[in-house]
């Protein structure tokens, strides 16, 4: 059942996956799945995952980046060991051309990950070489963006997938989606490249307006959609002239990244339980 939203178990089948949205027209960042590991050892063994996709990016000149967890590379185990993951990371994404994105969490990390972007990123020969998230339902998300963007760090603007209570978050989504237009707004006019991560098509118009009023490059951002999700609105973008980056999971650890995608939408739960049937 999640293949529909998990590009197959192996390196050779994401890059599949990669190398056919490519044909497309569609650019991708890979995704090894994964989350809070408890050794330095399975910490190191993600990376060496991470590593490997980015060979393969630089030999089939792919038009594509990575996404990282934090917490899939030690976060939760102290100490200096993932900032040094993520450096080496990002000096082999430069090496290869690509790009280093550091997804968001739960609150719990999000202090932390900023810091460790913005550290990573002021090292010599880093500048747009990584990158965060930053999550429209947070009330902190502004400020965080106004620190990001003055250090010239590219931001993926999304409205936020983890459970997070009434103090720090809107519970309306009215709300988040209007949070979500205003910091959308406030990247577009930034100067740096930053992806606009959404499926919702109030979201998408949204964005589309606000690029033809103010006169926007559309080669100056990206939109940015979930593998298998809204695949009409994906081409349907690319054949309008934006650019679309597809965010595409892959490996043995789908079942978390799995819920998370029907806990947002449990119309999926009855799509895929009919193709199941059907198959
Ligand atoms: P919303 O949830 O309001 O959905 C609007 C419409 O989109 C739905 O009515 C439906 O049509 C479609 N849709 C949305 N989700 C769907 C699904 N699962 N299946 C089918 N249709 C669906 N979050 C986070 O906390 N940290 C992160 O690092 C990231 N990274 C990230 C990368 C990229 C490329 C994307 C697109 C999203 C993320 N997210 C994320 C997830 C994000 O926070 C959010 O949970 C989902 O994108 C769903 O929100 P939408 O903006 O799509 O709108």
Redesign the pocket.
Known sequence: MSSR?VAGMTVEEVIEAAQTLQAQGIAS?LDSLGENVLTPEEAERSAAVYHRLLDEIGQKHLNANV?V?LTQIGMDLGGDLTEGIVSRLTEHARSVGSFV??????TPYTQATIDLVKRVHAQPGNQGRIG??I???LFRSEADIQDLVANGIRI?L?????KEPPALAFPE?AD??RN?VRLMQILLKSGVYH?I???????VNATTQFVKENNIDLNSFEF???Y???RDLQNRLVKEGFRV???VPFGSEWYPYFM???A??P??VL?LARNLLRR
């Open positions: 939203f960042t996404s967890k994105r550091i997804d968001m969490e739960g965060t998230v999550q429209a339902y993926r999304c409205k936020g997938a983890y989504k988040v989606d979500f992806g991560a959404t499926h919702d098509e109030a979201m940015q959609m979930l298998g999700i809204r980056r597809v965010y998370r995608r029907l947002e939408r119309a999926n799509f």
